[in-house]
Nanobody
Framework: QVQVVESGGGLVQPGGSLRLSCAAS????????MAWYRQAPGKQREFVGF???????NYADSVKGRFTISRDNAKNTVYLQMNSLKPEDTAVYYC???????????WGQGTQVTVSS
């Protein structure tokens, strides 16, 4: 069994910063990749970015240059540093862990991020 738990969400003013954490635990050695998605009210879940165990990254165009994903492989934890936040970044942020290239994907329960003055 694999558990994925996000934390760090909250309310932040436009232009501010926030760092989310995502920890994977359970019957895993080290996930192949961990990714962030988000879902705003009334919208579909959308890709934010991912980071593989080897360090490869990819980001959605909407967050490039503002968001950075980093990872502590020893802790099976990934972080999402969000800078220059905009009201349109308001969403529930979800993390997932993919155990191998073609392996299962496990999702967390999400953490709310609200950008508002």
């Amino acid at each position: 069994q694999v558990q994925v738990v996000e934390s760090g969400g909250g309310l932040v003013q436009p232009g501010g910063s926030l760092r989310l954490s995502c920890a994977a635990s359970g019957s895993i050695v080290s996930p192949y990749a961990m990714a962030w998605y988000r879902q705003a009210p009334g919208k579909q879940r959308e890709f934010v970015g991912f980071l593989t165990k080897s360090g490869a990254t990819n980001y959605a165009d909407s967050v490039k240059g503002r968001f950075t994903i980093s990872r502590d492989n020893a802790k099976n934890t990934v972080y999402l540093q969000m800078n220059s936040l905009k009201p349109e970044d308001t969403a529930v942020y979800y993390c997932n862990a993919q155990l191998s290239v073609l392996g299962s994907i496990y999702w967390g329960q999400g953490t709310q991020v609200t950008v508002s003055s």
